[in-house]
């Protein structure tokens, strides 16, 4: 499992990242709130492990830009501060914990194994990218107010790729993802049903969101 820590105190950053890894967890590392929003808001994780008091952007504004984006990712907070307000802030803004410094590591990964046991929170509805809203319930998706015609292996894709903004996907994920299908060799059936789907999504529109990564995959995002 994938875990995001966003720590400035270099102390405690590098002894939770030791912590966690020695218990088998795969850790990334962040010093500063913007980078920790980027790397959250980009990638997947398990979990987030987030410091309140942070350079450039504060932990209550990163859980609050994610929770906007629809990241779901458990929240673990942890502060210095024990007041009941800063706590009750916390977890009304989205978090899902939170811990006091200073902190024994055996509670810090009994925190982080209750918060992964815990059911996956109920996916939002509805997914926006730029001028492009998907409505996952309705299977509906417009582009610019403009409703997009797609058949329902087009949406699948499309929805994979919302779901994982600024990632790169593989095609044979793609396959496996929206066709359930295990492919180990070359196949165009990925390339054929993105290029449709770019007709109806992106050749209208001047801002162009799918794009191709060669010899890995396709990615949606936008690019100026």
Do not use: C
Request: glycine fraction near 8%.
């Amino acid at each position: 499992m994938r875990i995001l820590i966003v720590e400035d105190e270099a102390k405690i950053r590098g002894s939770t990242k030791r912590a966690l890894v020695e218990d088998g967890f795969n850790v990334v590392e962040a010093e500063e709130g913007e980078t920790g929003l980027h790397l959250a808001a980009t990638e997947e994780f398990d979990l987030i492990i987030l410091d309140v008091m942070l350079p450039l952007r504060d932990g209550w504004s990163v859980v609050k830009a994610l929770r906007e984006k629809g990241k779901q990712a458990p929240v673990l907070f942890l502060s210095a501060r024990d007041d009941v307000p800063d706590r009750v802030k916390g977890l009304e803004l989205g978090g899902d914990d939170y811990l006091v410094k200073p902190f024994a590591f055996s509670e810090l990964l009994a925190r982080v194994r209750s918060l992964l046991r815990r059911p996956a929170a109920r996916q939002a509805d509805k997914l926006r990218v730029e001028d492009l809203e998907l409505d996952l319930v309705r299977h509906k998706a417009t582009r610019g107010g403009k409703a997009l015609d797609l058949t329902a292996k087009e949406f699948s894709l499309l929805a994979l790729l919302v779901q994982r903004t600024g990632e790169v996907i593989a095609r044979t994920l793609l396959l496996e993802q929206v066709w359930d299908v295990n492919f180990d060799g070359d196949t165009n059936v990925i390339d054929v049903a993105v290029g449709r789907l770019r007709k109806k999504l992106d050749d209208p529109f001047p801002t162009k969101l799918i794009h191709t990564v060669r010899g890995v995959g396709y990615v949606l995002e936008r690019r100026d």
